[in-house]
C-alpha cells in the first residue's frame, strides 16, 4: 500500500514546473508545507521575457488569460495558455500549470495544478497536489479541515498514515475523473486514471484504474 502511494505513482513530475520539488520528497503530501518557499525560489529564475508580476509576488505568464474579475493574492505562479475566469479566488501559495482552466468562483488555497488541470466550475480546492490533465465537475471539492482540527492521518487497509498536517486535502492522480458535487475527504488520495462517481463522498486511498461509485463501491475499470 505504501508504495503506491509514492509520488512516482500517482504523477508526472514532468508535467509541473515544480518537479524539483516533488523531488526533494518521497511522498506528494510532503510538498504542502513547502509551496509558499519554492515559488520564491523560482520567481527570480522565471523567464522575464515571459512572466509579468502583475501584483505583489503574482507572477503570470503573458500567454496566460486573467479575467478582470478574478482575485489573485501571491505568492502565485500562473504558466502559459491556463485561463483564470471570472470570480476565480487564488488565495496564495498556488501554481497552476499550463494549459489549465480555473473557472467561475472555484478558490485555490496552497495547492499545484499540473499542466492540463481543469477546476471549471464552484470548485474548492485546498493545501492538495492535481495530477496531470485529472478534472473536476461543477461543485466538486476537497475538504482540507478536520472537523475536530486534528492532525489529518490518511486511511488505509493498513495502519493508518501520520501526516502531522493539520490541512491537507488530496492528492489527485494524473488523468483522474471527479463528478459533480463529489466531497473528497481530508487526506484522500486518488490513483491515477481513477474516476469518482458525482455526489460520492470519497474517504481514504482509491487505487489507480477505479471507479468510485457513489454508494462507497470500488470496482476497477474493465
Not at 522565471?46 to 479575467?67: G, R
Request: include cysteine; hydrophobic fraction near 40%; proline fraction near 4%.
Amino acid at each position: 500500500m505504501y508504495e503506491m502511494l509514492k509520488t512516482e505513482k500517482l504523477l508526472d513530475i514532468s508535467q509541473t514546473m515544480s518537479a524539483e520539488l516533488f523531488k526533494r520528497v518521497r511522498y506528494p503530501w510532503e510538498v504542502l508545507p513547502l509551496i509558499g518557499k519554492f515559488i520564491g525560489e523560482v520567481s527570480a529564475l522565471l523567464p522575464k521575457n515571459e512572466y509579468i508580476e502583475i501584483d505583489k509576488e503574482v507572477w503570470v505568464s503573458k500567454y496566460a488569460e486573467i479575467a478582470p474579475s478574478a482575485s489573485i493574492t501571491g505568492p502565485v505562479i500562473i504558466q502559459k495558455n491556463t485561463q483564470i475566469r471570472h470570480c476565480a479566488f487564488i488565495r496564495g501559495n498556488a501554481i497552476v500549470g499550463e494549459n489549465s482552466v480555473v473557472g467561475n468562483s472555484t478558490e485555490l488555497k496552497n495547492v499545484v495544478l499540473f499542466n492540463g488541470v481543469q477546476v471549471p466550475h464552484y470548485n474548492y480546492i485546498g493545501d492538495s497536489v492535481l495530477g496531470y490533465k485529472s478534472h473536476f465537475g461543477a461543485g466538486a471539492i476537497t475538504s482540507n479541515v478536520r472537523s475536530d482540527k486534528a492532525n489529518i492521518d490518511i486511511k488505509t487497509n493498513h495502519p493508518n498514515i501520520h501526516t502531522n498536517l493539520r490541512k491537507f486535502g488530496a492528492i489527485i492522480g494524473d488523468f483522474a475523473e471527479i463528478g459533480c458535487n463529489a466531497v473528497l475527504n481530508p487526506g484522500v488520495i486518488l490513483g491515477r486514471n481513477t474516476t469518482v462517481y458525482p455526489t460520492s463522498m470519497v474517504r481514504g486511498v482509491v487505487r489507480e484504474n477505479s471507479i468510485f461509485k457513489n454508494t462507497g463501491i470500488i470496482i476497477e475499470k474493465s
